[in-house]
């Protein structure tokens, strides 16, 4: 039977915003080999004169001693999931109507239009280069610390050969 009546794309499985950014921060865990971990961390937040809720989603950096940022947020009234808005810099006073007013779409009525608006503030400028900047920072600590690992393995090899070498040729007094 056909879907005539009813919006679209309505189904059984929808999932709230909290769901898709917790998907979102396993997947970044994967992708990035869990050099950058990300988590959500929900707050009780007035929205729209009503009680509601923040999901902020945030990237650790475990190498950079547990450095952390928020990449961006969600927010909705706390009885009703959706409509949702995302908060991120690309969504920041970006467009203009004709009018010359600002005009944001940054507003979600569904997990499919969440989604799609997540994606493009992930690939946005902002975000992609803050996530290429933790990677790489976290990739030099790495070989930073690898390397002065290194040296003092290196160290400790030559002082067990000072120290053999004395061992064979002791000194006579």
């Known amino acids: 039977m056909s879907n005539f009546f009813w919006p679209e794309n309505l189904s059984s499985n929808i999932q709230s915003p909290r769901v898709v950014l917790i998907a979102m921060a396993s997947e970044l865990s994967q992708v990035t080999k869990d050099i950058l971990h990300a988590s959500v961390r929900t707050i009780e937040e007035p929205f729209e004169e009503h009680e509601g809720f923040k999901h902020v989603l945030m990237v650790t950096v475990p190498e950079l001693q547990g450095f ?47 989604e799609e608006l997540l994606q493009q503030a992930v690939r946005s400028v902002d975000v992609s280069a803050l996530l290429y900047s933790l990677i ?10 690898l390397s002065a690992k290194r040296a003092a393995e290196q160290e400790k090899i030559a002082e067990k050969r000072t120290s053999s070498r004395t061992n064979i040729n002791p000194r006579s007094e």
């Open 136 to 145: 790489a920072r976290s990739n030099e600590e790495s070989m930073e610390r």
């Open 68 to 114: 952390t940022q928020d990449l961006l947020a969600v927010r909705h009234k706390a009885k009703f999931p959706y409509p949702c808005f995302i908060e991120a810099p690309c969504f920041f006073g970006r467009y203009q109507d004709e009018d010359g007013d600002y005009v944001v779409d940054n507003e979600a009525y569904s997990d499919g239009r969440l």
